[in-house]
């Protein structure tokens, strides 16, 4: 299934050539993971990240991502998203473009990063995508502010400058950074 490849390599404005993106739908994988090792996953709240783990893991055998330098992979619903470079580090996070960020935490988001004029789960996904970028090295990620020029952001975290884009496609945000990996 997989092989016939039914899964998409997206490709985003102002994000580097060298920085591909794989999207693929959980259903799809969970049917390779039971055509291949005869392994059914089931759906419940409890197994969701330790499923996401799972399916993940297949999708970079699959796509043999193994090699590739640097690597952030995220979930949602039923999608998972992969990013991966050799010459950045790389982070991504995808979400449900409807979901519903609580006001607290849409409070917290734009109080410091509202002159984006962008929507706080756009914003969410900058700060996910950046803080895995980094690692999750340094401060907790609802305290980044984010810089603009243009329609580009960037964040200066631990002496480094973190590109960002984020871009809305079929019903899901994407967060993507990157930081040239010297």
């Known amino acids: 299934m997989l092989n016939n490849r039914p899964f998409k390599k997206i490709n985003f404005k102002n994000v580097p050539a060298d920085i591909d993106i794989y999207v693929v739908s959980n259903d799809i994988i969970t049917a390779e993971l039971k055509l291949k090792y005869g ?5 419940s709240s409890d197994s969701f990240k330790k499923n996401s783990f799972i399916r993940s893991r297949l999708l970079i055998e699959i796509l043999d991502l193994t090699r590739s330098k640097n690597m952030s992979i995220s979930h ?14 790389v982070g991504i996070d995808i979400e449900n473009s409807f979901r519903n960020l609580t006001e607290k935490l849409s409070k917290r988001i734009l109080d410091k ?8 789960i756009q914003i969410w996904t900058l700060m996910e ?3 895995k970028c980094l690692n999750g090295k340094g401060k907790h990620f ?5 810089n603009k020029k243009d329609k580009d ?16 496609l079929n019903g899901y945000t994407f967060g993507i950074s990157f930081i040239q990996d010297n």
């Not at 392994?39 to 759906?43: E, H, L, V």
């Not at 998203?81 to 580090?89: D, F, H, K, R």
Request: proline fraction near 2%; charged fraction near 25%; avoid cysteine.
């Open 153 to 168: 952001f960037f964040l200066l975290e631990n002496e480094k400058r973190i590109s960002s884009v984020t871009h809305d």
């Open 113 to 120: 990063n509202d002159f984006l004029e962008i929507k706080p």
């Open 129 to 131: 995508s950046s803080y």
């Open 142 to 146: 609802l305290k980044y502010v984010f």
């Open 76 to 89: 949602t619903d039923n999608i998972s998203a992969i990013t991966v470079s050799n010459n950045y580090l």
């Open 39 to 43: 392994f059914d996953i089931k759906y």
